[in-house]
């Protein structure tokens, strides 16, 4: 049985194509180490990504989501770090309400150059997520 120092938590990161996966790009061609169970997804902003998206990731076996936001730097939308805001809220908000812990959510703004700073996050948010009890047995 994996202990928390040993666990590795699945981590799904909601990535925008424009700038925060290039800094995720840049961690693996650097040859930065994370976790292998941290699986990546573009999108467009993260401004669009439906709460509920972000709850089915968890119930469907992810111990963790980490939105990789724009920040200030969105060319879609000149409101995106308010909206990503509300989006990772929301999504807070309906785990709470099945009984799930809204710690599973995380949002940071990563850079095209932010490469060691998501590896960092990666590390710290996976560390985070072992200690918390297995998603299945919070209910």
Request: charged letters at 15%; one cysteine or more; hydrophobic letters at 45%.
């Amino acid at each position: 049985m994996a202990t928390a120092d040993t666990r590795s938590p699945r981590i799904l990161v909601f990535s925008t194509n424009a700038i925060s996966d290039m800094g995720i790009d840049l961690a693996g061609s650097a040859h930065m180490a994370y976790s292998p169970s941290v699986q990546v997804i573009p999108v467009p902003c993260s401004g669009g990504i439906n709460p509920a998206w972000i709850v089915h990731a968890v119930k469907a076996g992810f111990e963790g989501v980490f939105v990789a936001a724009d920040g200030a730097e969105c060319a879609l939308l000149s409101d995106c770090v308010s909206r990503s805001a509300k989006v990772v809220e929301r999504a807070q908000e309906l785990l709470r309400a099945d009984g799930l812990d809204p710690q599973r959510v995380k949002m940071a703004a990563i850079c095209s150059v932010c490469a060691e700073p998501f590896v960092n996050h990666m590390k710290q948010f996976g560390r985070s997520l072992a200690a918390l009890p297995m998603a299945g047995a919070e209910a």
